[in-house]
Nanobody, 117 residues
Framework: QVQLVESGGGLVQPGGSLRLSCAASGNIFSINGMGWYRQAPGKQRELVATITRAGTTRYADSVKGRFTISRDTVKDTVYLQMSSLKPEDTAVYYC???????????WGLGTQVTVSS
């Protein structure tokens, strides 16, 4: 069992910054990697960024250079630092963790990010 809890969402102006956190608990030994997805109204859920157990990071082209994914292994927490935010970044952001054994995903409940003036 793995539980994921996101926090840090909110309202921010275009060009502003926000940091999301995802705290993992339970059987963290079963986790291969973690990441962030987002879903905007009327759109499909899309990959934002991932980080593997080895620390390798990947980003969607739309956020590359603006977002940074990182982790704190002591706190079992993954972060998404978002800078130069645009209105099109508005979405519900979901934390996820991938099981080592099956490749299936655990999901958090999501946190709303709204970029508006």
């Amino acid at each position: 069992q793995v539980q994921l809890v996101e926090s840090g969402g909110g309202l921010v102006q275009p060009g502003g910054s926000l940091r999301l956190s995802c705290a993992a608990s339970g059987n963290i030994f079963s986790i291969n990697g973690m990441g962030w997805y987002r879903q905007a109204p009327g759109k499909q859920r899309e990959l934002v960024a991932t980080i593997t157990r080895a620390g390798t990071t990947r980003y969607a082209d739309s956020v590359k250079g603006r977002f940074t994914i990182s982790r704190d292994t002591v706190k079992d927490t993954v972060y998404l630092q978002m800078s130069s935010l645009k209105p099109e970044d508005t979405a519900v952001y979901y934390c996820c963790a991938q099981k080592i054994s099956t490749g299936a995903y655990y999901w958090g409940l999501g946190t709303q990010v709204t970029v508006s003036s």
